[in-house]
């Protein structure tokens, strides 16, 4: 099992940035795949983007590269999400998951094996 916390959401205007972040529990935090997804309201939940093991490959969806950055601390079990440039339509619960195996670039949430709870982050035009 591994238990995911996220944390560093809030209220920014829009062309501000924020940083989640994704504490990592239980079993070895580094043989998991870490990914962001977002949802929201009334959307269906999309891929943001997702980092290998090692950190070696990051994958990002067309509407937030350039603007994110997913990064990961295995050390601390802890993966994060940079978002500068923020635009009021990346409004949205976002979560993290982490998913054991060889699959890449993990773009479907049905690769991922476990999720957090979800962190608001709402941008104001």
């Known amino acids: 099992q591994v238990q995911l916390v996220e944390s560093g959401g809030g209220l920014v205007q829009a062309g501000g940035s924020l940083r989640l972040s994704c504490a990592a529990s239980?079993?070895?935090?580094?043989?998991?795949?870490m990914g962001w997804f977002r949802q929201a309201p009334g959307k269906e939940r999309e891929f943001v983007a997702a980092?290998?093991?090692?950190?070696?490959?990051?994958y990002y969806a067309d509407s937030v590269k350039g603007r994110f950055t997913i990064s990961r601390d295995n050390a601390k079990n802890t993966v994060y999400l940079q978002m500068n440039s923020l635009k009021p339509e990346d409004t949205a619960v976002y979560y993290c998951?982490?998913?054991?195996?060889?699959?890449?670039?993990?773009?479907?949430?049905?690769?991922?094996?476990?999720w957090g709870q979800g962190t608001q982050v709402t941008v104001s035009s």
């Open positions: 980092i290998t093991w090692s950190g070696g490959s990051t």
């Open positions: 998951a982490a998913g054991f195996g060889s699959s890449w670039p993990r773009v479907n949430g049905l690769e991922y094996d476990y």
């Open positions: 239980g079993r070895t935090f580094s043989s998991y795949a």
